[in-house]
């Protein structure tokens, strides 16, 4: 779906100092794949996101979209009609003074008639869950409600790829749990790809696979858990891992025998519900289930 | 100490868009003390804060500031310069000199400092947000994000008000940025300032930073008392749209399954000296 090959890129600063803030990326993201790319501030995370919808294009390298190279200008519409970006702040991405007029207004722009707007509309804001809020005035929603508008704005011009740069940096808890369920939803049911970037690593942990890149390179990729059980590194990159990731971390130093990696609340409850349950018996019998 | 007594704050009273933000709310904080405050969007928060801070006038009710009622006074500035500072969200929005220093002094001064003063205060000021004498000459407009947050940061302590409030100053920040800026707060709690409010929707870092912390929902305080006591109550802040730290809702389930928890932990050291303790007696 998503080709980066060999992708650097140099921006000269206004000193005229030539920068590089991608140096040789290769990554390949596969339709219908969540993948979550993480990064201190400055890492070229969201450079490297700008590439996927051709914003920018590389100084060296190739980026392909669906057989399509980024750099060919003449194909630059379908690029962005494959690739949809959300971006952090959503009141900078609302234009309309109802939420149904602001979905329209991208699609007009695609010059899609009337008779098929409404049924896109339609079916943009149920897969986000503010169908309901269709004649409501933008400002008044919350702004989970607001991001899932926009997220809405980009689902209706049917991208098969959504990119998503921090999308929940601006919100409160629950209004990071609705557009998170919505990503979800969107990438299960509706198979659209998903790359997300986020500080957050308790979103991280709900993707496929998570990219790391640091210095403009990338220095880990695969399943979450394979990634953050690397937590020493993680920490040396500057990176957070899930609370419960740290804590198996942190009891496994103190000689406590867990098995598995942790991410998940569930999981580690479960884990540990087991060995407090049998404190004093052998862990070797433990793990071989040979105790109830 | 700031006081607030049955503070209610409606905008756009005697029209028909009038809107009560907060609902008689009542809050003391003590000198020392460092609060986080907590809310989902539109739990009236900001309103709280821009109250305490003397910005905005409560519709009814008082704000008492080291003893002094400034709900009566007009123009309170005067009173409460020194007193209370206020850092808003994406404070380096605000940035408008054509120096590091100059924007800084620019408080300072404003509070009828001579330059001498302002620009001993400045330094002070960058010193202990973590910014080198280097950066006095350079344009704010030059630095990193990060940079730029602690400058504004900067601007309002060299005004060196007892209390000093923040309205989420960690958004944006990834988490070193985020680790070191808390890590600042409390280094100029210990030394310029003697209180600190936190405003915040993270609650990992209210949990790691403050010591009280207040509830908001729907324009009234709902919940108030120590870190510990406030995230044990786990399932009435799901229902006010907030969340617990993962740490916190891993003890509740252990709980659940029938281990004696304390549910008040809320850090990951204090998780793993539990669990410890109870699988090697």
């Known amino acids: 779906m998503l080709r980066c090959e060999n992708v650097t890129f140099v921006y000269e600063n206004d000193e005229g100092e030539a920068k590089k803030v991608l140096d040789r990326i290769n990554l390949n993201i596969e339709k219908g794949s969540f993948v979550a790319l993480l990064g201190r501030n400055g890492s070229g995370k969201s450079t490297l996101a ?16 669906n057989g399509i ?10 690029i962005r009609k494959t690739v949809g970006m959300v971006f952090q702040n959503p009141d900078n991405q609302i234009v309309a003074t109802t939420v149904e007029e602001d979905i329209a207004f991208g699609l007009e722009n695609l010059g899609v008639p009337h008779s098929q707007m409404l049924r896109r509309i339609e079916k943009a804001l149920k897969s986000v869950d503010m169908y309901d809020f269709r004649y409501a005035q933008p400002h008044l929603l919350s702004g989970g409600q607001k991001q899932r508008v926009a997220i809405a704005g980009v689902i209706a011009m049917e991208p098969e790829c959504i990119v998503l740069d921090e999308p ?24 659209i790809t998903v790359v997300l970037i986020t500080h957050y690593m308790e979103e991280a ?13 990338i220095v880990l990729d695969g399943s979450p858990k394979k990634v953050f059980s690397r937590v020493d590194e993680m920490t040396r990159l500057g990176l957070d891992v899930p609370q419960v990731t740290l804590l198996v971390n942190e009891l496994r130093k103190k000689g406590i025998d867990i098995k598995g990696e ?3 609340t569930e999981e580690c409850a479960e884990a540990l519900d087991l060995l407090l349950r049998h404190v004093g018996v052998d862990p070797l019998a433990l793990r071989e289930n040979k105790v109830d | 100490m700031i006081e607030l007594k049955n503070v209610k704050c409606i905008y756009e009273e005697k029209t028909p868009d009038a809107f009560t933000a907060l609902k008689g709310v009542s809050l003391t904080v003590q000198d020392g003390e460092i609060w986080g405050i907590i809310g989902h969007t539109g739990s009236g928060k900001s309103t709280l804060v821009e109250i305490m801070s003397g910005l905005l006038k409560p519709t009814e009710g008082r704000v008492i500031i080291d003893g002094v009622d400034i709900t009566g006074i007009k123009k309170p500035f005067g009173a409460i310069k020194g007193k209370v500072g206020m850092v808003f969200q994406y404070p380096e929005h605000q940035l408008f000199e054509e120096s590091v220093i100059k924007d800084i002094c620019f408080g300072p001064k404003n509070m009828g400092l001579s330059e001498q003063e302002s620009v001993e205060r400045a330094r002070e000021a960058m010193a202990l947000v973590g910014l080198s004498p280097e950066f ?13 947050r602690r400058v504004a940061i900067a601007g309002i302590i060299a005004m060196r008000p007892k209390t000093l409030i923040l309205d989420e100053p960690t958004a944006g920040l990834d988490p070193v940025g985020r680790d070191s800026l808390l890590h600042m707060l409390k280094n100029i709690k210990g030394t310029l300032c003697e ?52 740490i916190t809702r891993l003890m509740g389930r252990l709980k659940k399954c029938g281990h004696d928890f304390n549910l008040g932990i809320i850090t990951v050291e204090d998780a793993a000296e539990a669990i410890y303790k109870k699988l090697k007696g």
């Open chain 1, 50 to 65: 700008k590439h996927f919808n051709a914003v920018l294009t590389p100084t060296e390298g190739r980026v392909i979209v």
């Open chain 1, 69 to 78: 190279d980024t750099s060919d200008a003449k194909r630059l519409f379908d």
């Open chain 1, 168 to 191: 929940t940096a601006m919100l409160d808890p629950k209004g990071r749990r609705e557009v998170m369920a919505s990503i979800k939803k969107l990438n299960k049911e509706a198979g």
């Open chain 1, 205 to 217: 942990a709900k993707a496929d696979r998570v990219v790391v890149m640091d210095k403009g390179s």
């Open chain 1, 262 to 264: 942790m991410l998940r």
């Open chain 2, 136 to 148: 006095e000459n350079l344009s704010p407009f030059e630095l990193s994000g990060g940079e730029k």
């Open chain 2, 195 to 246: 209180s600190i409010v936190l405003v915040s929707h993270s609650m990992e870092d209210v949990a790691a930073f403050a010591e009280k912390v207040l509830v908001m929902h729907k324009g009234a305080a709902v919940l108030a008392g120590d870190v510990e006591t406030v995230f044990e109550k786990n399932e009435l802040l799901l229902e006010y749209g907030l969340d617990v730290p993962q």
